[in-house]
């Protein structure tokens, strides 16, 4: 499919970073290939022109209280500028500017990229006692605004299900791999010695200290790499006795993600089962399957029957350290089954679970929304 000319799309984001994985690589990227595509932010890193996508900044965001509840007037007048076809917003905070596009007759869609009603309750800087209320306010606000979008994109099937029974015109985009972008080279395969990765948000909400602390009992070091939430944090890290074990690479770009997957042996993600957590596709999942790499992760219902049906690793109660430290010492001891759980993670992401099949999806729904 060439491009079509004259046709403008317009994603924008005030929070996500201007190369965020699920925004600009894929979406924004599959659609540059088809339209015109823009992309407004507020980094305030300037303006520049990206896999043939056009990103605008904005400057950033000093109040984000006022632009919840009064939207942005730079912002508007950005997105008018631009007069696109389609808007396409990713931030449940503009949702009052993307009514105001609506409005004025432009065909809308929200990316419902989380459960924001539940993230509430997990927001740290909100009053435990106030969270139900805000909870609530937020629940009756978005499905009021989800009912006049032309189109709703969400993360997860489960997102999905929920609001089909708000906005008929509901579809899910799942957060896969790309194919193409995410980078496999075979010598880095074979790690030269036992090691664990975990690579995402760093913080004791996702039990990284307890990661750590377990690693002594294990025969293996931990490829850490990511952002810590909190700036203390590091420090705290640091003087656990598994921090010798530990190889930190800081905040990394997405080649360097590749390499440290595919120089280790098992990739690890255990979060508490959190609601927010329990029906997600975290990227990460998906990330270390593609490199060929068994899995430990957390036995939640929809991480099991994945894990389970592809045979590509092992699901544990993240609280249970005994059985992480055997599990991590048995794979690292098994070659063999090491080797065959990769290889059969590696397969069920070729087959099924890649940006490749959800790009169509996401072509489609923005065929329909031009064609009426």
Sequence with gaps: MQQVDNINVCHFTIL??????RIFWKECGTLAKHYDTHLIVADGKGDEVGQNVKIKDIGKIKN????????????????????????????????????KLKKRGYKVI???????????????????????????LVYYYEK???????????????????????????????????LNFFHINKDQLAPKTPSLCYIGLI??????????????????????????????????????SGWKQTIYHGFVNHEDISAIIQASDIGVLLPPPMLTSLDSLPIKIFEY????????VSNFPLWKTIVEDANCGV??????????????????????????MGENGRNAILQKYNWQKEALILLDCYKKLLTH
């Design 289 to 296: 399957m593609y490199c060929s790499i068994p899995i430990i």
């Design 315 to 340: 699901c544990i109660d993240p609280f249970d350290k005994i059985a992480f430290i055997q599990t991590v010492n048995e794979l690292i001891k098994n070659k063999e089954l090491r080797k065959k």
């Design 16 to 21: 996500h970073d201007r190369y965020d994985s």
């Design 203 to 240: 913080s004791k909400e996702r039990r990284i200290d307890k990661l750590i602390e377990w690693l002594p009992d294990t025969n293996a070091t931990l490829h850490l790499a990511g952002m810590t939430n909190k700036s203390s944090l590091l420090e705290e890290l640091k003087n656990l």
């Design 64 to 99: 984000r209280i006022k632009n919840l509840f009064l939207g942005n007037k730079k912002l508007l007048r950005c997105l008018l500028s631009i007069n696109a076809n389609i808007y396409h917003f990713h931030d449940p905070e503009l949702m009052p500017v993307a009514l």
């Design 110 to 136: 929200y990316d419902i990229h989380e459960d924001l009603p539940l993230d509430i309750y997990y927001k740290p800087w909100i009053p435990n006692w106030l969270k139900p209320i805000v909870s609530k």
């Design 144 to 178: 009021r605004a989800a009912k006049k979008f032309d189109c709703l994109i969400t993360s997860t099937d489960f997102i999905r299900d929920k609001f089909l029974k708000i906005n008929i015109n509901t579809n899910a985009v799942r957060n896969f791999p790309d």
